[in-house]
């Protein structure tokens, strides 16, 4: 009788051991990038960004996830600007807030010394937190939703040097002007048992949001476009993965960033009606894949596909690849701090 105890309990031990095994295996393949960034190696220029910009041309260097810094070797403008890049665990279970070192790092390293504007697309911490920091020690103008205005006076930021943009409305900023257009943010998904929805409740923030703050603080607040033009060239900043139908009906463009998250995980007429409005409304000549790296790893290092529990970066490359090369459109990626000139 005792022996038979004795093998119930060590069977149930083995049991127990086992399930603890897979919940971990089945975690850390979950943790693990949604593609090998190798596999694409073809797709990246590996373009220095050392030589004076030619005149006329736009250097585009970027920065991670939707930060994406534009040069035409006079005016600077940048979209997002998020650096400090805090781990999943921090960002999960603590407050987490800007890190000036880091951002002053990436500021002297991408050379942003002749920033004018920065334009937040919507204002998840991901895209806003560090943006009023940026702000601060580049004297750049803070431009976004009331959402990202709240970030902005919550770090201190002066609102002298912030503006609420208006859709539609064009801002000149040197030789660059961008128009904001509506948008929407990537459909909702839920990790963890946690949600990135938009309570309707509360859709924006509703007063100053001060660091340190949960990543749950930072409400969307509105998603947008920006349409940029730099004499005759345009480009499209497209940060999120989903449309406004007809937004894009009356413009064309040579460049599309276009992000990519999640686009495999949603369904097959979305990625169709998604293509539809974007590239094929837009017309590009080429296409710059973003918000496709894991923005919980430092940029300072090289950076990796969104983590699978999220995401299917490899599904989400190729349905793109396979629309493209039938619509004779170029693809290209850019690795952290790596430059391309246009134009």
């Not at 910009?53 to 930060?67: H, P």
């Not at 276009?258 to 293509?275: N, P, R, V």
């Not at 590009?284 to 299917?312: A, S, V, Y």
Request: glycine letters at 6%; proline letters at 5%; charged letters at 20%.
């Amino acid at each position: 009788m005792e022996n038979r105890f004795r093998n119930q309990n060590k069977l149930q031990l083995n049991r127990g051991y086992f399930f603890l095994i897979l919940a971990l295996f089945t975690f850390h393949c979950a943790l693990r990038p949604s593609g090998d960034i190798k596999l694409y190696e073809s797709y990246f220029p590996h373009e220095n960004g050392i030589a004076p910009i030619t005149k006329g041309k736009v250097r585009v260097t970027f920065l991670g996830t939707t930060s994406i810094l534009l040069d035409d070797g006079e005016t600077q403008i940048l979209t997002d600007g998020f650096f400090t890049r805090p781990s999943l665990w921090k960002t999960g279970l603590f407050k987490i807030e800007s890190d000036p070192i880091i951002i002053q790092s990436v500021l002297e390293k991408a050379k942003i010394n002749r920033l004018k504007g920065i334009f937040v697309c919507h204002s998840h911490y991901d895209h806003a937190m560090d943006s009023p920091l940026v702000a601060k020690f580049t004297n750049a103008k803070l431009f976004g939703s009331n959402s990202t205005i709240n970030v902005g006076l919550g770090a201190g930021l002066d609102q002298a040097n912030m503006e609420v943009f208006q859709i539609g409305k064009p801002i000149r900023l040197g030789n660059f002007i961008v128009t904001v257009l509506e948008s929407k943010h990537t459909p909702p998904f839920r990790i963890l048992g946690k949600t990135n929805a938009t309570d309707p409740n509360f859709p924006d923030i509703p007063s100053p949001l001060v660091q340190p703050a949960k990543a749950l603080d930072y409400i969307e607040g509105g998603t947008f476009d920006f349409y940029i033009q730099h004499g005759k060239n345009k480009i499209v900043i497209k940060s999120s993965t989903n449309y406004v139908k007809g937004s894009f009906d009356k413009i064309k463009a040579d460049v599309l960033f276009l992000g990519i998250a999640q686009l495999s995980l949603q369904s097959k007429e979305f990625q169709d009606i998604y293509y539809q409005e974007t590239v094929q409304k837009l017309k590009p000549k080429r296409i710059i894949p973003i918000h496709w790296d894991n923005f919980f790893k430092p940029l300072n290092q090289t950076l990796e596909p969104n983590l699978r529990i999220g995401d299917d970066f490899e599904a989400n490359m190729n349905l793109l690849l396979n629309k493209t090369t039938q619509d004779k459109i170029q693809v290209q990626l850019l690795q952290g701090f790596e430059s391309i000139d246009f134009f």
